[in-house]
């Protein structure tokens, strides 16, 4: 085990200024391990001469005692459907194999302003429509915590972030950059043992992130710790004029108070009956009421709540998401955007063909479903009652933060983040996609819905030895509040996946 990666981002910055190590030899290791771990599948590309240019910048400013920021050195790695100048962007498709875009992404901009040193690009389900990264062109990601990489008992890293959770567990790099439509950061950061936080809509800027569900996307942070995580979110939230949906109040930076200074005893915990649901395991069960008698134990005031839509809320993410991506892919045409096939008899073939050889039988069936919902005669019964029964379940949750009298009122609901540990692949693919994301997004996507902030936290190890997680969730802009309760249950869990590292790597 590298003796840097037992080091918080803070301590990695620390030792930066003192002059006990150097970006440049963090970077290469970073690369050397991530080509010795290729068989993750965590990167679809590496990009090792801008990583190694930014990491001696870097270095520079360190011995001239001028660090941009809090990310100055830091490694850092990029979903692949976030826009990157000069570097290929594929969704993981097909259709954008050959797309280099002009510009960043407004997440990327901000990372390079901070210092922060970005070594490639992650893999993750194409255009991002799965539960498990295994809907990639470039072949599935693994989870390190499997039992055997090389064999079929290999298990899912989640999605469609998988890539991003991937290379963070595996210690490739500090943090990464996910997206997160229904969940797409914080099921990853379950099953691979690492924190994924989704922050407020609008707090972080979408642009330059390739859209699924415009109405619900957010970027999504991983790392190894909450305050990792922090370090992160402080350094690319904020308005941006580039991007008509972010929050125009201009972002203060959060900071967690020390842990023995967080006072729960005027926190309020809220456990959603609703989600105590049909295929929850007996051991997340378990870790469930542990860490809600824990959180009462130090004080804070726990009680049962309801979110009485919740049952609806999978059916309509569903519904939503696949209107939204039909009308969202209908972009690539092979002539404005995307892959373009050779038959050129008429427009109307070059349009069929390219998109047909462009994406796969995932996103093709999202498509067609998605027109289907759409056409007149379905659009009153599918697509409004859909917005009619999502603002139901966003007024769930304003109930439980904002009700009256105050005495009904909760700070944070306290949930699972999936319902099982990682699933073994072969027993994944056996399921349909639509069937993946059923089960797998049950717990993450209202929060979406809501356009509430989440973050999953690791909590312990199950009896097979894979990482078990819970899911908090705050109201709109909370997350100073949050952030605090997730770095509380962290300290007393103490989940630390470090001596596991040397362990999984061997069986790579």
């Given at each position: 085990m590298r003796r840097h990666l037992q080091w918080s981002i803070k301590q990695l910055t620390a030792n930066y200024?003192?002059?006990?190590?150097?970006?440049?030899?963090?970077?290469?290791?970073?690369?050397?391990?991530?080509?010795?771990?290729?068989?993750?599948?965590?990167?679809?590309?590496?990009?090792?001469?801008?990583?190694?240019?930014?990491?001696?910048?870097?270095?520079?400013r360190y011995q001239n005692k001028k660090p941009?920021?809090?990310?100055?050195?830091?490694?850092?790695?990029?979903?692949?459907?976030?826009?990157?100048?000069?570097?290929?962007?594929?969704?993981?498709?097909?259709?954008?194999?050959?797309?280099?875009?002009?510009?960043?992404?407004?997440?990327?901009?901000?990372?390079?302003?901070?210092?922060?040193?970005?070594?490639?690009?992650?893999?993750?389900?194409?255009?991002?429509?799965?539960?498990?990264?295994?809907?990639?062109?470039?072949?599935?990601?693994?989870?390190?915590?499997?039992?055997?990489?090389?064999?079929?008992?290999?298990?899912?890293?989640?999605?469609?972030?998988?890539?991003?959770?991937?290379?963070?567990?595996?210690?490739?790099?500090?943090?990464?950059?996910g997206s997160d439509t229904g969940g797409s950061t914080r099921n990853p950061a379950s099953y691979c043992g690492v924190v994924g936080l989704k922050p407020t809509y609008g707090l972080v800027s979408r642009h330059g992130l390739i859209p699924l569900v415009n109405s619900m996307d957010v970027p999504g942070i991983f790392a190894r710790s909450v305050s990792d995580c922090l370090e992160v979110l402080n350094a690319v939230a904020g308005p941006d004029r580039l991007d008509s949906t972010t929050i125009r109040q201009p972002y203060t930076k959060l900071h967690l108070p020390e842990v023995d200074k967080i006072d729960l005893s005027s926190v309020r915990i809220g456990i959603p009956k609703e989600y105590h649901c049909q295929g929850l395991s007996s051991e997340v069960l378990e870790t469930w009421s542990k860490v809600a008698d824990l959180l009462e134990c130090a004080g804070a005031s726990v009680r049962q709540v309801s979110l009485p839509n919740t049952a609806a809320s999978i059916f309509v993410y569903s519904i939503l998401n696949q209107c939204e991506v039909a009308s969202n892919m209908a972009r690539y045409d092979g002539i404005e955007y995307g892959h373009r096939a050779s038959d050129e008899r008429?427009?109307?073939?070059?349009?069929?063909?390219?998109?047909?050889?462009?994406?796969?039988?995932?996103?093709?069936?999202?498509?067609?479903?998605?027109?289907?919902?759409?056409?007149?005669?379905?659009?009153?019964?599918?697509?409004?009652?859909?917005?009619?029964?999502?603002?139901l379940i966003a007024e769930d949750f304003a109930k439980v933060f904002q009700s009256s009298p105050s005495d009904d009122r909760v700070d944070i609901l306290l949930t699972p983040t999936t319902l099982t540990e990682a699933p073994l692949y072969k027993d994944f693919a056996s399921l349909t996609n639509r069937d993946q994301c059923a089960v797998q997004d049950f717990c993450t996507q209202p929060a979406n819905m809501a356009g509430i902030p989440a973050v999953s936290i690791p909590i312990r190890l199950s009896r097979t030895g894979l990482p078990l997680s819970l899911q908090l969730m705050s109201n709109s802009l909370n997350e100073q509040l949050l952030l605090s309760v997730a770095s509380w249950i962290e300290a007393q869990v103490g989940f630390d996946s470090l001596e596991h590292k040397q362990e999984c790597r061997s069986k790579a």
């Open positions: 200024a003192e002059g006990q190590c150097s970006p440049r030899r963090v970077t290469e290791q970073a690369l050397e391990d991530a080509l010795k771990l290729k068989t993750l599948n965590a990167f679809i590309r590496l990009t090792p001469e801008q990583a190694l240019q930014q990491a001696q910048e870097s270095e520079g941009f920021g809090s990310l100055d050195g830091v490694t850092i790695a990029v979903k692949d459907n976030f826009c990157t100048q000069d570097v290929h962007t594929t969704c993981a498709s097909r259709m954008l194999q050959d797309f280099v875009p002009p510009y960043d992404a407004t997440v990327c901009s901000r990372l390079k302003q901070s210092g922060a040193v970005l070594l490639g690009k992650t893999n993750m389900d194409q255009f991002a429509m799965g539960a498990g990264t295994v809907d990639s062109l470039y072949g599935p990601t693994k989870n390190i915590w499997s039992e055997d990489l090389d064999q079929d008992h290999w298990r899912i890293a989640g999605g469609s972030s998988g890539g991003s959770a991937s290379a963070v567990a595996a210690g490739l790099c500090y943090a990464a950059i008429s427009t109307e073939q070059l349009y069929a063909l390219s998109r047909a050889e462009g994406f796969n039988e995932v996103v093709k069936t999202r498509i067609l479903t998605g027109n289907f919902l759409l056409l007149r005669r379905n659009y009153d019964h599918y697509f409004e009652k859909a917005l009619r029964v999502r603002r």
